[in-house]
């Protein structure tokens, strides 16, 4: 946990961004609940899950290794409490 109790849901811009091979991932939880966090390809296919957890409120920090795909556009989709959000990032080897 990087910070206190958060005021809402946020899922912020990956960093760097286009990335090779790892970037980091930063989000907020305002109240404790089961955490999704899922990369997904171009296709909407499902490549890596960064977080399957109950987290405690605060934010988090993510660091997303993609030395085994290829380049191209990622799409990373944080889930939780009813929340959704869905962000674009660019991998480039």
Same mark, same amino acid.
């Given at each position: 946990?990087?910070?206190?109790?958060?005021?809402?849901?946020?899922?912020?811009? &990956? +960093?760097?961004?286009? !990335?090779?091979?790892?970037?980091?991932?930063? +989000?907020?939880?305002? $109240?404790?609940?089961?955490?999704?966090? $899922?990369?997904? &390809?171009?296709?909407?296919?499902?490549?890596?899950?960064?977080?399957?957890?109950?987290?405690?409120?605060?934010?988090?920090?993510?660091? !997303?290794n993609?030395?085994?795909?290829t /380049?191209?556009? +990622? !799409? +990373? /989709?944080?889930?939780?409490?009813?929340?959704?959000n869905? @962000?674009?990032?660019?991998?480039? @080897?």
């Open positions: 946990t990087i910070s206190s109790v958060a005021d809402n849901f946020t899922l912020s811009q &990956n +960093y760097p961004n286009p !990335f090779n091979p790892s970037t980091k991932i930063t +989000y907020s939880l305002p $109240k404790s609940g089961n955490v999704s966090l $899922k990369v997904y &390809n171009e296709l909407g296919k499902e490549v890596n899950t960064l977080v399957s957890a109950f987290k405690n409120a605060g934010t988090y920090e993510v660091t !997303f993609a030395e085994a795909l /380049s191209g556009i +990622y !799409f +990373y /989709s944080l889930k939780a409490d009813g929340f959704t869905t @962000k674009k990032m660019l991998l480039i @080897k």
